[in-house]
């Protein structure tokens, strides 16, 4: 394992931040940690980078337990949401920076910066100042400079959070490239499910300062281990203890003894994609996820009284007592 | 309306520039007028005088300990405040304020007791052969205590505003303390001190009260300008009193003028 937390807690003041946090990411993989704000995972992500220290655990980098390493000697390379950019240094000031921090040669030091910021498309830019460059541009400034120096690891928090929906693709779809390249052990943080999904091979889910479940992104969404997970990583609805995605909602137009009877509130167009949003006899609203094809053949109208008939349900906790019950 | 508040707009330049002029342009002008009425040899001549050239040293040496000190001391200190919690923080904060709050005068009386012959410190330094009072060092002293507070006043909210994170990215890049302190963080508050060294400097030059009550006043031994200025003012020697006032401006004058000219050298 690359890295491995074990058992870490971590409090600011009355707030639990971490609360027996174990987690380990193989080597060479794309980790990401996802999760709600306030959930621990920049803690979790700081306190591997050494810029959190932690109230009990330990933290391993490549074997070696680096919990009482202060930062500047783990080896990790770290990417903030906001760049951090050295505002007085030049992109080459900046990109060049922990190399000078070693005292590699003027002549070393040149040709590598000039490499990274081929890497990551910069160059040309190299005499620029931070706040001559875009938001993305920035960033990918400060992903050459944490890459400079070679990590053993490298951390991003929530490194796409400050920028437009547009350049956060690009940069999401030009990260995962530059993973298959480098193959550095990389962990990110994000808020954003779908960015998660997309990007990394693995991701742990965390809620409340607690690891609620790790996996592959098609582990998480076919086999969540709790409520929590399920709705975090796509749509849910709750029909009582059970848990069903709009996808797996089928309407049809008659009834039999599986299906519950519903009326059609609101039909929304997304493209493709229509959202159907319905009301059952006990109140409850829930909508289910059909095609554009399937919405023409059933004829749906508003007001309609139709017939839902839920695929594939979970129940997490006091399920069986549910089913029992039923 | 676009009538009314051009009026408007005008009216409030007319009011602040009347009060500059009234009030700043209008007294400092006169001193330049006063000083060259009689042509350029009467201010020189009580400039170059013996008593004058002491008065020009002792002040550039009063600034060259003075203003190194505080601009340490005062930048050590804004790191503390603002990038250490702890508490001592709020006494640590009040306490610098003090020169603000305290007349010149009494800073002089307080070193008076301190290191007078019936002070504290006085008899045990004196046995040792240092002569505080009536001399350089309790001068020194004096203005140290008058400027302690504006490299600090001036640095913090700067360091409050760079926040962190390019302090914990220097970290991640393998940066010890020290290095991210020159590398990082000083740079990134240049300006703030800066500006702290310009006002420390400017009031150094300038202090009167404090440095008058322990200098003793002995005319070629502990005058500083803004003494001598005084002494001439007394002894009716105008000239003298306003080539000296006019040279101790151009002196403050010039540290503002020495940081444009860096900041705009740098901005281009």
């Not at chain 1, 409850?284 to 059909?290: F, K, N």
């Amino acid at each position: 394992m690359a890295i491995s937390v074990e058992g870490a807690h971590k409090r600011f003041g009355d707030f639990q931040a971490l609360d027996n946090v174990s987690i380990n990411v193989p080597d060479g993989s794309l980790t990401a940690l996802l999760g709600p704000s306030g959930s621990g995972k920049s803690t979790l992500l700081r306190a591997i980078a050494g810029l959190e220290t932690l109230d009990a655990g330990e933290v391993k980098i490549n074997g070696e337990d680096a919990t009482a390493k202060p930062a500047q000697k783990r080896g990790v390379g770290f990417v903030f949401q906001h760049y951090a950019a050295f505002k007085h240094m030049t992109v080459f000031g900046n990109v060049g920076f922990g190399l000078r921090i070693r005292k590699w040669s003027k002549p070393q030091i040149e040709e590598r910066v000039h490499e990274l910021l081929r890497l990551v498309q910069l160059d040309g830019l190299a005499d620029r100042y931070p706040s001559q460059l875009s938001g993305g541009q920035r960033q990918r400034m400060a992903l050459a400079r944490a890459l400079a120096v070679e990590p053993q690891v490298l951390l991003l928090d929530e490194p796409f959070g400050a920028l437009d929906a547009k350049v956060r693709k690009d940069l999401r779809a030009w990260l995962r490239r530059l993973h298959d390249e480098m193959h550095v052990t990389t962990i990110f943080v994000t808020h954003d499910q779908e960015e998660a999904m997309d990007v990394a091979e693995q991701l742990v889910v965390m809620n409340q300062g607690r690891v609620e479940q790790s996996g592959s992104a098609d582990d998480l969404y076919d086999h969540p281990a709790n409520e929590f997970v399920m709705s975090f990583v796509g749509e849910v609805n709750r029909l009582g203890e059970h848990f069903v995605r709009p996808h797996d909602m089928e309407v049809v137009l008659d009834s039999d003894e599986r299906t519950e009877e519903a009326m059609v509130q609101r039909i929304v167009a997304l493209g493709f994609e229509i959202r159907v949003e319905l009301l059952l006899g006990d109140g409850t609203q829930v909508w289910a996820q059909l095609t554009r094809t399937e919405l023409q053949k059933l004829e749906l109208r508003e007001g309609q009284i139709v017939y839902l008939k839920p695929g594939q349900t979970k129940s997490f906790s006091g399920s069986a007592k549910v089913v029992a019950a039923a | 309306m676009a009538g009314s508040s051009r009026t408007s707009r005008l009216s409030l330049r007319a009011v602040a520039l009347g009060y500059l002029g009234a009030l700043l342009i209008a007294p400092v002008g006169m001193i330049f007028y006063k000083t060259f009425e009689d042509g350029l040899a009467p201010p020189l001549e009580a400039i170059t005088s013996p008593e004058g050239l002491h008065a020009l040293q002792l002040t550039l040496l009063m600034v060259a300990v003075a203003v190194p000190l505080n601009t340490v001391f005062g930048v050590g200190c804004a790191l503390l405040l603002v990038r250490h919690r702890w508490w001592g923080n709020r006494l640590v904060d009040a306490i610098i304020n003090l020169p603000f709050a305290v007349s010149p005068v009494v800073v002089g009386l307080a070193l008076f007791l301190l290191y007078g012959t019936d002070g504290w410190f006085g008899p045990l330094l004196a046995e040792n052969g240092l002569k505080v009072l009536f001399s350089t060092p309790g001068m020194i002293l004096a203005s140290i205590f008058v400027s302690l507070p504006f490299v600090v006043r001036e640095t913090v909210p700067v360091l409050q505003e760079i926040g962190t994170e390019q302090e914990q990215a220097a970290s991640t890049l393998g940066a010890n303390a020290w290095q991210t302190f020159w590398r990082v963080t000083l740079p990134a508050i240049r300006w703030g001190v800066g500006y702290g060294v310009v006002l420390t400097t400017a009031r150094v030059l300038g202090e009167f009260g404090a440095v008058s009550v322990v200098s003793g006043e002995i005319s070629g031994q502990t005058e500083t300008l803004p003494l001598f200025v005084s002494q001439q003012f007394e002894q009716f020697n105008l000239a003298g009193a306003y080539g000296a006032s006019i040279l101790l401006a151009l002196l403050a004058l010039s540290t503002l003028l020495v940081m444009n000219l860096l900041k705009r050298k740098e901005g281009a």
